[in-house]
Nanobody, 127 residues
Framework: QVQLVESGGGSVQAGGSLRLSCVASSRSCMGWFRQAPGKEREGVAAITTGGVGVFYADSVKGRFTMSRDNSKNTLYLQMNALKPEDTAMYYC????????????????????????WGQGTQVTVSS
């Protein structure tokens, strides 16, 4: 069973930055999702096992950067130019069978595409 532990959430003003981290007990295709109250869980970004392929939702392109350090089994989500609409619980997730090829055309993952989830870390952006 893959273990995922997120950290780095917090409160920030609009325009600010935060960096989320996720320590994973194994290497695989990894993703970040978020869920705001009353809304469906949304895929934010994903990265291939080796870190070469990185995918982003249109809503965060140009503002968020996902990376990984496999020597530390750690994933990162650098979030810049944060907006109030980025407020959500952010989850790290693992997909053991590899990232989906269709994401190279358009990144629109389903929650069911991922096998294991962390507990989440809260991000709150105030205006």
């Amino acid at each position: 069973q893959v273990q995922l532990v997120e950290s780095g959430g917090g409160s920030v003003q609009a325009g600010g930055s935060l960096r989320l981290s996720c320590v994973a007990s194994s290497r695989s295709c990894m993703g970040w999702f978020r869920q705001a109250p009353g809304k469906e869980r949304e895929g934010v970004a994903a990265i291939t096992t080796g870190g070469v392929g990185v995918f982003y939702a249109d809503s965060v392109k140009g503002r968020f950067t996902m990376s990984r350090d496999n020597s530390k089994n750690t994933l990162y989500l650098q979030m810049n130019a944060l907006k109030p609409e980025d407020t959500a619980m952010y989850y790290c997730a693992a997909r053991l069978s590899g990232c989906l090829p269709r994401w190279y055309a358009r990144f629109s993952p389903e929650s069911t595409d991922f096998d294991t989830w962390g507990q989440g870390t809260q991000v709150t952006v105030s205006s």
